[in-house]
């Protein structure tokens, strides 16, 4: 069964505006982590957050994690065409599994 | 770095057939992973291996998909017989260790299938 949900399950921005993504989940977790999949193709890796760590940035992105809430919000600032594609959260539970989420479909206007 | 290999890239079957996928995985990578993904959601995990051991199927339909991954490296996924509902892209990935809290996932390109 799939564990997180996103929120929105789409989205759509102007080139430049900051989009915001939210993840929210069940159970406990070791980490939880951000993909990005554009059209057609393989799942790429965005980053990682660990359940003892709030924020973490990596260039443009920013994540955020509260596990009080059992929830996580994906920032990318300053957005470019190239961003347009399907953003999952994963969570990986025990030692060994990674449960995605349904994905929020993002696209970029120019 | 080669990525993830994955062919074919696309297939087309009527059901009752069977189908074949195959992975090629990061070199030096021990943990294989293969997933579906339907259409408009999220990559489900139908089995996950560490060389050429079993770690978790707890979700594959045993009845009908099975996959090996022989001397650790390579691994082929098998549906037989194909029903209208494994229309999907099946996805493999593939980790350097045995997944844990600072694993990453490098993930192929996929395998559409399509059912008649």
């Known amino acids: 069964s799939q564990q997180g949900e996103e929120d929105p399950q789409a989205l759509s921005i102007q080139e430049g505006e900051n989009a915001t993504m939210n993840c929210s989940y069940k159970?406990?977790?070791?980490?939880l982590q951000w993909y990005r999949q554009n059209s057609g193709r393989g799942l790429v890796h965005l980053i990682l957050i660990r359940s003892n760590e709030r924020e973490k940035h990596s260039g443009r992105l920013r994540v955020t994690l509260d596990t009080s809430k059992k929830s996580s919000s994906l920032l990318i600032t300053a957005s470019r065409a190239a961003d347009t594609a399907s953003y999952f959260c994963a969570t990986a539970q025990g030692a060994q599994k990674l449960v995605f989420g349904q994905g929020t479909r993002l696209t970029i206007n120019p | 770095e080669a990525g993830v290999a994955q062919s074919p890239r696309y297939k087309i079957i009527e059901k009752r057939q069977s189908v074949a996928f195959w992975c090629n995985p990061i070199?030096?990578?021990?943990?294989l992973y293969w997933y579906q993904q339907i259409l408009g959601q999220g990559p489900k995990l139908l089995i996950q291996?560490?060389?050429?051991?079993?770690?978790?199927d707890s979700q594959l339909p045993k009845d009908r998909f099975s996959a090996e991954r022989l001397k650790g490296v390579d691994s082929t996924l098998k549906i037989q017989p194909a029903k209208l509902e494994d229309s999907a892209v099946y996805l493999c990935?593939?980790?350097?260790?045995?997944?844990?809290?600072?694993?990453?996932?490098?993930f192929g390109p996929g395998t559409r299938l399509l059912v008649l």
């Open positions: 070199s030096g990578h021990a943990t």
């Open positions: 159970t406990s977790i070791n980490n």
């Open positions: 990935a593939s980790s350097f260790r045995l997944a844990g809290p600072q694993e990453t996932q490098y």
């Open positions: 291996f560490q060389n050429n051991g079993v770690v978790d």
